[in-house]
C-alpha cells in the first residue's frame, strides 16, 4: 500500500530564507508526483506536477525534484516571503488512478 | 464557471441527519474524484467517477455514504445518518484526462461538514 509522508511537519523561517520540504513515498510504482499549497479554509492549489519520467520541475521561486527509485521528491522555495505561508501537500498518482496525499508541512514565513 | 465549485461552503448537522453535498466540476471535465480531509490531515480519497461511471469506490467509509454522477457532470456526495466522525472537509476535484496521470486535478474549495 502506497504510503506518503512529508518532514518536517511544520516549519518557520525568517523572510527571505531558502527553505526544502521533503517528501517519500513507500511504492516507486507512480505516474506522477504533485506539490499543492492549501491555505487555510481553502482548497488545493496545485504548485507543481512532475511526471514519472522527469527529474525536475521549476516554476518561479519554486522548484520540485523527484527522484522515483529511492522514493523521494523535495520542494525548492527560494527567497521566501510572507504570502508563501501555508500548508503544502505532496501526492503522489498511483497507477491505479488515485492521488496518495502526504500529511503535509505547514510553513509560517515571518517577516 | 473558471473553477471546481462546491456547496455547500459550510455544513452543521445534527448526528443522524442526511447531508449532500454538491460538486460542479470544469466545463468538460471528464473525471472527478471526491477526497475526505480530516482536521490536521492530508486528503483521502473517496471514490473517482469517469464520466458518468463511478470506476472507483474503494475509499468510501461505510455504506452510509453514496455519490453519483448521473450526467457525467455535477455530482454530489450523500452521508446518511450522519456521524461525528464523519465532520470533515470534503473536496471535489477534476480533470480534462481520462487517463491517470496524463491530467492535472483542479480541486474546489470542499465543503466543510461539522456534526453535532
Known amino acids: 500500500k502506497q504510503e506518503v509522508t512529508q518532514i518536517p511537519a511544520a516549519l518557520s523561517v525568517p523572510e527571505g530564507e531558502n527553505l526544502v520540504l521533503n517528501c517519500s513515498f513507500t511504492?516507486?510504482?507512480?505516474?506522477?508526483l504533485q506539490w499543492f499549497r492549501q491555505d487555510p479554509g481553502k482548497g488545493l492549489t496545485s504548485l507543481l506536477l512532475i511526471q514519472s519520467s522527469q527529474r525536475e520541475q521549476t516554476s518561479g521561486r519554486l522548484n520540485a525534484s523527484l527522484d522515483k527509485s529511492s522514493g523521494r521528491s523535495t520542494l525548492y522555495i527560494a527567497a521566501s516571503q510572507p504570502g508563501d505561508s501555508a500548508t503544502y501537500l505532496c501526492a503522489v498518482l498511483s497507477n491505479t488512478g488515485k492521488l496518495i496525499f502526504g500529511q503535509g508541512t505547514t510553513l509560517q514565513v515571518k517577516p | 464557471g473558471a473553477g471546481v465549485s462546491q456547496s455547500p461552503r459550510y455544513k452543521v448537522a445534527k448526528r443522524g441527519q442526511d447531508v449532500a453535498l454538491r460538486c460542479d466540476p470544469i466545463s468538460g471535465h471528464v473525471s472527478l474524484f471526491w477526497y475526505q480531509q480530516a482536521l490536521g490531515q492530508g486528503p483521502e480519497f473517496l471514490t473517482y467517477?469517469?464520466?458518468?461511471?463511478?470506476?472507483?469506490k474503494s475509499g468510501l467509509p461505510s455504506d452510509r455514504f453514496f455519490a453519483e454522477r448521473p450526467e457525467g457532470s455535477v455530482s454530489t456526495l450523500k452521508i446518511q445518518r450522519t456521524q461525528q466522525e464523519d465532520s470533515a472537509v470534503y473536496l471535489c476535484?477534476?480533470?480534462?484526462?481520462?487517463?491517470?496521470?496524463?491530467?492535472?486535478?483542479?480541486f474546489g474549495e470542499g465543503s466543510r461538514l461539522t456534526v453535532l
Open positions: 467517477f469517469q464520466n458518468e461511471a463511478q470506476l472507483d
Open positions: 476535484a477534476s480533470s480534462p484526462s481520462a487517463r491517470p496521470g496524463t491530467g492535472e486535478l483542479f
Open positions: 511504492d516507486s510504482a507512480i505516474y506522477n
